[in-house]
């Protein structure tokens, strides 16, 4: 199971960090990232980073998000700044072992869920 916490209510120009934990797991082995989905809208990929440490952001968030992950603690981390009220959503940790996340299809294990709402 995968473990999101982190999210919460902030006011635009904030920072939140959501984390996503991942016990009994070769953590290391694993694909991770965050989606989210806003009421309405599809769910979208937010960042990803892969086994070997690469990592790459959805256009909307570059130069705001970061995503990292710590092998020891099995935890992927997404680093949240300048939120804006557009990135309110479900946020999503995501993970697959023998795919890449790029797209949903390649998702292998799906957290919770975590709300974060950004308010103007």
């Known amino acids: 199971q995968l473990q999101a916490s982190g999210g919460g209510l902030v006011q635009a120009g904030g920072s939140l960090r959501l984390s996503c934990a991942a016990p009994?797991?070769?953590?290391?082995?694993?694909?991770m990232g965050w989606y989210r989905q806003a009421p309405g809208k599809q769910r979208e990929l937010v960042a990803y980073?892969?086994?070997?440490?690469?990592?790459d952001y959805a256009n909307s968030v570059k130069g705001r998000f970061t995503i990292t992950k710590d092998n020891a603690k099995s935890t992927v981390y997404l680093q949240m700044s300048s939120l804006k009220p557009e990135d309110t959503a479900i946020y999503y940790c995501a993970a697959s072992r023998n795919y890449n996340i790029i797209s949903i299809g390649g998702v292998e294990s799906w957290g919770q869920g975590t709300q974060v709402t950004v308010s103007s």
């Open positions: 980073i892969t086994r070997g440490g690469s990592t």
């Open positions: 009994g797991r070769t953590f290391s082995s694993y694909n």
